[in-house]
């Protein structure tokens, strides 16, 4: 049994519209071992381990389920097993996940094991200890070989998957204002891995870390951080604070103890969480050992007078108190009975004690720490101490250090709470904690004493959200809605395009429309990330981290998302939804890969852009594969397009009131129409849109419709839909290798990024409609990663409609011979009537082109297919045809070996081209050079 394969999927995907790791996972042998096969005693042994399996639904949908699974009939698979597992492991760690599913992958014995996470690392080492655990509890026989001769401890693994799920997760408190964000539909986004968040997109986002947010005061939190400037500033406004001093050494420790006046409190002076803090101290002994250890935590050290009380925590936000708690040190209760440290046990039975954060409270620990108190108490651990007698184990409050917390919110005197406000005021803080020590907390602090000992500038919310005693309290929702006030925008509307053609011209359009709205558009495109129309990252960002990219971009207010199939199948989006979604069309292309290996289910994969979709899915209502997904999505909205004004469903759907972007024809040319709710609403004539080339670039005709129809369905104006198609073009710069158009030479260049048979198609078909007065060229590749007969069906969509081919690889061969591509695209193009002297074969991409250039006259059309798309372009705009073209830097580029130099099919000898189009010279070398020092050659015969 063993793990083939891991993905990690970060948003909505094939397997869920939340975050999943899929496990392939191979049983091997194990596959014909069900649990019941297995027996009670694999059953009892995994209960025993985690007892929370017991809980467990499954299918039935009530505790047991899963047991019962597991027991009856022939029971269940080892990789649904470890399926539960993984899901309760994270459990017991504290965190809360529950989805899962197992289902075989379509060879024996291999299952795809899905389960939910919250966190990567924690969610992918929940899988590996799952798979361990059932291993170790498996027959001697049927066990894998493990990588040491250490025995199998699980107790221990647990336990350190806990501690190492602990220090990955969110603290308690940042994880409570993120959950108080889900409540109230805000997104979040981790940015670090400790506790940096932002809530919200773009620029309504807002950001925390752990509970100071992106309003706090640094000055405030300096202050804060300063415990002598604190009570300094508290007394000059009047507020209760003890006598302190600040001190640098051992004997200044001792002759401030002894002004102020014993006993007294020694602390390091920027000390947290109650660390080296050492109380009641009565000689100048104790102070001397005191100030060592506060030394170790903090170079200064505070000598303060002793104020006696319980010590409580009152928690301030936006001016208000919203919660108080009492909190008591780690102790036992001796019973006459059982040593301390048997005590300690009993104690940390307890199912809210755990470790760390991991749930309501910690465990308890008989650390130096607690030691000292005992030493100092005349005590041990192996003490018994009398019934009732209070045990200290800690000398601080500190949940974190096994303290105890009860709720005393709706019993603390008005003066205490108004006492509270005005010393959070005072520092400046939005968010604060007062620690305030009082022996009665009913009672004001103006006649019964107390003070203030500290303010926190990131107070821990987990005493007052779990305490141990007592209501708990919504903390975290009025700093929410302090960031968030009610009416406020908190996300950018999110637009998502995806399909296996014109997702990229696409995606620019609307951003383009976005752009003349005035918004401030942040676009993910093949070629990079785009702000505003700057591009600040390079590279093929179609994926879920340019989506993140994007959203967490404080200057934009839409987002405009290409989404790929990759990105899809490899993690998932990178949001959990959009509100406007579409698919283009589907396609063949990438088929055999990644499990995809029909249309239908390349189809499953982008359906889920509109699956998630909220106002909107956009639909390709002339591809039945799109139009099936109709019934997958939920959004409020159902918008078809159709290039077919007779379209029967479009029509019906239209008089029932939806929503459509259609094609009419008129005595102009073509219009394009928007319906909706009954309203007939004629956009823009074809040909007034630069990018269709006056209407005749029909793939761009059909861009042009789903952009309108997205970004009607984001409700921009009408004005602006016109302005922004009217205004975009398929220039180089706005829209690199797509349908770039080069008129400076005496013949017209397109450039294409066309790398499927469709693409290629519908470039093709748009060359056969522009008006040509010479020749037709094509340089023709395909990806080496696609099947022979997708490479064919590329060539079989060009057949027919070239004067020339020029049959080219790309620089990445992606797992084929160096000539492979051109000589399966060249062999198709004579399979489809082409004769041999109209190819030439020439592998290299800058060859190709560079030969196709030299081949054109005036007059001709020469169409481009590139892969390394900036080259290519600057090889078509510094071309000389006397061969004074400027140097071009390869991109990209595969070294050619000796073996790799193919024999090269004849491009041109030079003379001007005759008026029949009479085909290329056969007379040429296998490998020559023209006067021109043009490399040509000729395919072989054979």
């Not at 979709?613 to 918008?639: F, G, I, Q, W």
Request: charged share 25%; hydrophobic share 40%.
């Amino acid at each position: 049994m063993r793990i083939v394969d891991r993905s990690v999927y970060v948003g909505p995907s094939l397997y869920a519209h939340f975050p999943v790791i899929r496990l392939e996972l191979d049983l091997g042998a194990l596959e014909e071992w069900p649990t019941v096969r297995l027996g009670k005693t694999f059953t009892d042994a995994l209960l025993a381990a985690l007892p929370g399996l017991a809980e467990h639904g499954c299918s039935y949908g009530e505790p047991g389920g899963f047991v019962r699974r597991m027991t009856e009939d022939e029971g269940t698979w080892l990789g649904h097993v470890i399926e539960h597992v993984a899901i309760e492991l994270q459990n017991a760690a504290g965190i809360k996940v529950t989805f899962g599913k197992t289902r075989g992958t379509g060879k024996p014995g291999h299952y795809h094991v899905v389960y939910e996470y919250e966190q990567r690392d924690e969610g992918l080492a929940a899988g590996t200890l799952a798979l361990d655990l059932v291993d170790s509890l498996l027959p001697l026989q049927l066990r894998r070989v493990r990588d040491t001769d250490e025995p199998f401890d699980f107790e221990a693994e647990r336990d350190a998957f806990i501690r190492f799920a602990q220090r990955r997760a969110l603290g308690p408190s940042t994880a409570s204002l993120v959950h108080a964000a889900e409540k109230r539909g805000i997104p979040w986004l981790r940015l670090n891995n400790q506790s940096l968040v932002q809530l919200g997109y773009g620029k309504y986002q807002q950001r925390i870390q752990a509970t100071i947010t992106g309003r706090t005061s640094h000055i405030a939190v300096e202050i804060a951080g300063d415990k002598e400037e604190t009570n300094q500033l508290l007394a000059m406004h009047g507020l209760p604070v003890p006598q302190q001093e600040l001190v640098r050494t051992a004997d200044d420790a001792s002759r401030a103890a002894r002004r102020i006046g014993y006993p007294v409190v020694v602390k390091p002076y920027n000390g947290n969480h109650g660390r080296a803090v050492a109380i009641h101290l009565t000689t100048d002994e104790a102070v001397r050992a005191a100030f060592a250890a506060a030394q170790e935590v903090s170079r200064s050290v505070l000598v303060e007078s002793y104020v006696t009380g319980d010590d409580h925590r009152l928690l301030v936000v936006n001016g208000a108190l919203v919660a108080a708690t009492k909190r008591t040190p780690g102790h036992v209760v001796g019973d006459g009975t059982h040593t301390i440290a048997e005590l300690v046990a009993i104690v940390n039975k307890d199912p809210r004690r755990g470790i760390g954060h991991e749930k309501v409270l910690t465990r308890l620990a008989l650390d130096a720490q607690a030691e000292r108190l005992l030493e100092k108490a005349g005590l041990t651990a192996e003490s018994v101490p009398e019934a009732g007698v209070v045990v200290a184990l800690r000398s601080t409050a500190n949940l974190s250090t096994g303290g105890t917390a009860t709720d005393v919110t709706d019993i603390i005197h008005p003066d205490n709470a108004d006492m509270a406000v005005r010393a959070i005021q005072a520092v400046g803080l939005d968010v604060g904690g007062v620690d305030f020590l009082t022996p009665d907390i009913t009672e004001s602090y103006k006649k019964h004493g107390g003070a203030i000992c500290e303010v926190n500038a990131a107070p821990g919310f987990r005493m007052h959200s779990a305490p141990s005693e007592g209501k708990a309290r919504d903390v975290a929702g009025p700093v929410i809605d302090m960031l968030f006030p009610a009416g406020q925008p908190t996300v950018v509307p999110i637009a998502a395009v995806t399909g296996t053609n014109g997702k990229t011209t696409t995606a620019r359009m609307l951003a383009h429309i976005c752009k003349m709205g005035g918004m401030t558009p942040g676009l993910t495109t093949t070629d990079g990330v785009y702000i505003d129309g700057q591009r600040t990252v390079e590279g093929d960002m179609t994926g879920p981290v340019a989506t993140r990219t994007v959203l967490s971009d404080p200057a934009i207010d839409v987002a405009v998302l290409e989404v790929a199939r990759g990105g899809l199948l490899r993690a998932g989006m990178g949001t959990r939804y959009v509100n406007v979604g579409a698919v283009l069309n589907v396609r063949s292309d990438h088929l055999g890969m990644k499990g995809v290996d029909t249309l239908e289910a390349l189809a499953e994969v982008k359906r889920v852009v509109v699956e998630v979709a909220r106002d909107a899915a956009v639909l390709n209502a002339d591809d039945p594969l799109c139009l099936r997904m109709a019934s997958y999505t939920e959004a409020k909205h159902l918008c078809y397009v159709t290039t077919d004004p007779g379209h029967a469903l479009v029509r019906e759907h239209i008089r029932a009131g939806g929503r459509a972007v259609s094609l009419e024809s008129g005595i102009n040319g073509q219009m394009i129409t928007i319906y909706d709710k009954g309203a007939h609403i004629p956009l823009l004539w074809t040909h007034l849109i630069p990018a269709t080339i006056e209407g005749r670039a029909h793939h761009n005709v059909s861009n042009a419709m789903f952009a309108a129809a997205m970004a009607f369905s984001m409700g921009l104006k009408l004005e602006t839909i016109r302005q922004g198609l009217r205004t975009f073009d398929t220039t180089f710069f706005q829209a690199p290798g797509r349908t770039n158009v080069y008129d400076e030479h005496p013949f017209k260049v397109i450039l294409d990024y066309g790398h499927n048979a469709h693409a290629v198609g519908a470039m093709a078909e748009l060359a056969s409609r522009l008006d040509v007065k010479g020749r037709r060229i094509v340089v023709l590749a395909g990806p080496g990663d696609r099947r022979d007969e997708d490479l064919r069906e590329i060539a079989g969509a060009t057949a027919g409609l070239f004067d020339h081919y020029i049959c080219r690889r790309d620089d990445r061969l992606r797992g084929r011979d160096g000539d492979e591509v051109p000589a399966i695209m060249s062999a198709a193009l004579k399979a489809a009537g082409v004769d041999a002297e109209r190819i030439s074969v020439i592998p290299d991409e800058q060859e190709a082109v560079d030969a196709a250039l030299r081949m054109a006259r005036a007059g001709d059309l020469l169409l481009v297919f590139g892969d390394a798309i900036v080259r290519c372009w600057k090889q078509i705009i510094h071309f000389r045809p006397d061969g004074s073209a400027r140097p071009v830097t390869a991109e990209h580029a595969v070294p050619r070996t000796a073996a790799q130099a193919p024999a090269h099919a004849a491009a041109t000898d030079g003379r001007p081209p005759n008026a029949g189009r009479a085909p290329l010279p056969a007379d040429l070398g296998t490998l020559v050079r023209d006067d021109r020092g043009v490399r040509l050659a000729r395919e072989s015969d054979d």
